[in-house]
């Protein structure tokens, strides 16, 4: 399928959207979550810029597959290194290891088998980005405008389990339907983040 000139667009603005954040960065952050936001946002960027180049077709690499899982996985290790710092080593053991295993199942295990072990990552860091923006947002231990962080993280769980679903050959909406609504809910997704980080410039 054909990626239209609007999603392009679409596409090229969350990809400036991704761009500001990385350059603008997150102030008052220790390193690891500092790293681990600049990582989860520069892939975005090339994620972006794949779609644009590639076309959908991009989606169905495994490869593609991968790097789009870092996104939730390093921005879901910022935040819990930030305000759950008693789990944050279990945490970053949990990234290491699910970002292995789906690589290692997308090359050796069935399709299925590996779509199911990439959801349950995905999952668990979508959940993680989205409700504790929320309980840190509503315990004011940060401005009221980080709730929007949450809000990326459940556009991104759901743009996750579309893919999830198209990719078992089960998709909850016809194709063409989830392709072309993907690219908005990237832009989406990236808005709300860079409008919840904005709680940290000074």
Known sequence: MKISTLNRILLFFTALLASYQVAAGVDGMSVIPMLAYTIG????????????????????????????????????LGLVW??????????????????????????IFSRQLSTLILAFVHGTAGLVIFILPIVVSINRLIQPIFIFVGVGGSLIGIGGLLLYFLKTGKPIFPRSIILNVFPALMFATTLAFVVGFSAFIK
């Open 82 to 107: 930030e305000y759950l710092p008693s789990i944050h080593i279990p945490y970053l053991l949990f990234t290491l290891m699910g970002l292995l295993s789906i690589t290692i199942s997308r090359f």
């Open 41 to 76: 946002f520069g892939i975005l960027l090339v994620a972006c810029l794949m779609l644009i180049i590639l076309g959908y077709d991009a989606l169905e690499s495994p490869t593609v597959a991968i790097i789009s899982t870092i996104i939730p996985l390093s921005l879901s």
